[in-house]
């Protein structure tokens, strides 16, 4: 019996639901749909082991293809895809942590369906083929789903690749510093070293694949995230509006803000939408997408809206206002404790950021 979370599950419902709406519309930043920007659904390619199928919205019905030969598996009413959309929703809203859902995966193996949710090998989780409305085209597109009917979703995730690496500038005692040991230590610890009149002074990140890939957005943004760590381990805010309106009060960076230029904002969104759609800490980052077309955003309420890249603004203010910092386990990721290097002291802090 397929058990999966409720993320993993959203997944496959929005497979389900897009197949049953016959289209998708689009999103403001506040997840509202934009009136009459919606796009036509032509067909859903899912990748299937050794095998790609082809879900052709040919309402009434949904063909079923199979590979290059185009082999017709089945045609099934769209009907049935709207009513099992409206199952799984039921399921998923109802359940905690993983579950099976014994009807729906009947109905996997009816259209041979194998998998419940995409590979994690990149960013894209769905692969749409949409009726451009202006050029008159289909485009095929991947889309990245995320959902709200589950725990928050993670848009970067924290890993030893993550780690700013600060030198402590002043004196201050170590070891009384890494035995805070309070529910947030690492916090603490922070705040101890600046009450110890000592200062964070940004060195290197561990992973200098990392701190390549943050000089795409902008030669400058690995030390603008240096800065905005300090805030929030300092506690002087969670989300990312809060702490890029503290490094706009202070601007570090003296950039003349008297006409009103959006420096911070603009870099930090430039940030946001790549790592939704495809930069990860890893691997070189060169600017290409895997997320084609955006992101698909299942709502509390079950309505599944997207973010395409043809209203990108929407998109980027959508991630602007709606992530946040996030500790992760200093223990798994090796951070948060002072250490010595060449007689000098330093502290590793973590980078994790995660949807509202």
């Known amino acids: 019996m397929k058990t999966a979370n409720k993320g993993e599950w959203s997944e496959f419902y929005v497979f389900l639901k897009l197949l049953g709406d016959g289209q998708i519309c689009a999103a403001d930043s506040d997840l509202?749909?934009?009136?009459?920007?919606?796009?036509?659904?032509?067909?859903?390619?899912?990748?299937?082991?050794?095998?790609?199928?082809?879900?052709?919205?040919?309402?009434?019905?949904?063909r079923i293809l199979e590979g290059k030969s185009q082999n017709c598996l089945l045609e099934l009413p769209v009907d049935e895809f709207k009513a099992k959309a409206e199952i799984l929703l039921s399921e998923i809203k109802n359940a905690e942590k993983t579950f099976p859902v014994p009807e729906i995966e009947q109905f996997m193996d009816l259209i041979d369906c194998s998998k419940i949710k995409a590979d994690s090998t990149n960013k894209s989780d769905i692969n749409i083929v949409l009726h451009d409305t202006k050029t008159l085209r289909d485009v095929l597109f991947g889309f990245s789903i995320k959902s709200k009917l589950g725990g928050s979703s993670t848009l970067l995730n924290a890993g030893k690749t993550t780690n700013f690496i600060y030198e402590i500038i002043?004196?201050?005692?170590?070891?009384?510093?890494?035995?805070?040991?309070?529910?947030?230590?690492?916090?603490?610890?922070?705040?101890?070293?600046?009450?110890?009149?000592?200062?964070?002074?940004?060195?290197?990140?561990?992973?200098?694949?990392?701190?390549?890939?943050?000089?795409?957005?902008?030669?400058?943004?690995?030390?603008?995230?240096?800065?905005?760590?300090?805030?929030y381990y300092k506690g002087d805010g969670v989300t990312i509006v809060e702490l890029v309106e503290k490094l706009k009060e202070l601007n570090p960076f003296n950039y003349d803000l008297s006409s009103g230029h959006t420096?911070?904002?603009?870099?930090?969104?430039?940030?946001?939408?790549?790592?939704?759609?495809?930069?990860?800490?890893?691997?070189?980052?060169?600017?290409?997408?895997d997320a084609t077309g955006g992101y698909i955003v299942v709502r509390e309420d079950g309505?599944?809206?997207?973010?395409?890249?043809?209203?990108?603004?929407?998109?980027?203010?959508y991630l602007y206002k709606n992530t946040r910092l996030e500790t992760a386990s200093s223990t798994r990721y090796e951070f948060g404790t002072i250490y010595n290097t060449k007689d000098k002291q330093h502290l590793k802090l973590n980078l994790q950021i995660r949807f509202i």
């Open 263 to 289: 420096f911070y904002e603009c870099k930090m969104k430039n940030f946001l939408t790549d790592a939704a759609l495809g930069m990860t800490p890893s691997v070189v980052w060169t600017g290409k997408v």
């Open 303 to 317: 309505e599944i809206v997207c973010y395409h890249l043809y209203n990108r603004n929407e998109f980027e203010d």
């Open 170 to 231: 002043g004196d201050i005692n170590p070891d009384e510093i890494n035995a805070i040991d309070t529910r947030s230590k690492i916090k603490d610890r922070v705040n101890a070293v600046s009450s110890a009149g000592a200062v964070l002074k940004f060195k290197s990140m561990e992973s200098g694949n990392f701190y390549s890939n943050l000089q795409v957005v902008d030669t400058v943004f690995p030390e603008m995230f240096s800065e905005i760590l300090k805030f």
């Open 32 to 62: 509202q749909k934009i009136k009459d920007l919606c796009f036509p659904l032509v067909k859903i390619i899912r990748k299937e082991n050794d095998s790609v199928k082809e879900f052709i919205n040919n309402s009434p019905i949904i």
